[in-house]
C-alpha cells in the first residue's frame, strides 16, 4: 500500500490550498480516509476524516468551515481543500487510509489508522 501527497506549498494568510493523495490500495473505496498534520516536536493531530462512503465527515474544530475533504473511489485519491488559512495551520499534513473496512463512521483516532503517506508541507506566512 502506498499514499503519495502533493499540493502543498508556502502560501499567505487567508489564501487556500488544496492537497491531493494518491492511494494504492486494494478495495480503497472500502476503508475510511483522513488527514492528519504534525509540526516539529508535537504529536500528530487529527484534521478531518471521510467515511468509505463519503456520507460521513468529521472535522477538527480548529478547521472546521475552512477545510473539505473529498474523496474518489474511482481515481482512488483523496483530497483536502484549505481555505482561509491561518498562521496556526503550518504543518506537514499526512494522508491515512483507515485499518478496518466498511466502518460506517470514521474515527478521528490516529491509531484506527495504518497506512501513512510521507506527508507534504504547508508553510502560511502573514
Known amino acids: 500500500v502506498q499514499l503519495e501527497e502533493s499540493g502543498g506549498g508556502l502560501v499567505q494568510a487567508g489564501d487556500s490550498l488544496r492537497l491531493s493523495c494518491a492511494v494504492s490500495r486494494r478495495d480503497f473505496g472500502r476503508y475510511a480516509v483522513g488527514w492528519f498534520r504534525q509540526t516539529a516536536g508535537k504529536e500528530r493531530e487529527f484534521v478531518a476524516v471521510?467515511?468509505?462512503?463519503?456520507?460521513?465527515?468529521l472535522y477538527a474544530d480548529s478547521v472546521k468551515d475552512r477545510f473539505h475533504i473529498s474523496r474518489d473511489n474511482v481515481k482512488n485519491m483523496v483530497y483536502l481543500q484549505m481555505n482561509s488559512l491561518k498562521s496556526e495551520d503550518p504543518a506537514v499534513y499526512y494522508c491515512?487510509?483507515?485499518?478496518?473496512?466498511?466502518?460506517?463512521?470514521?474515527?478521528?483516532?490516529?491509531?484506527?489508522?495504518?497506512?501513512w503517506g510521507q506527508g507534504t508541507q504547508v508553510t502560511v506566512s502573514s
Open positions: 471521510m467515511s468509505w462512503s463519503g456520507e460521513y465527515t
Open positions: 491515512t487510509t483507515a485499518r478496518h473496512a466498511w466502518r460506517v463512521l470514521p474515527s478521528q483516532q490516529r491509531d484506527h489508522y495504518d497506512y
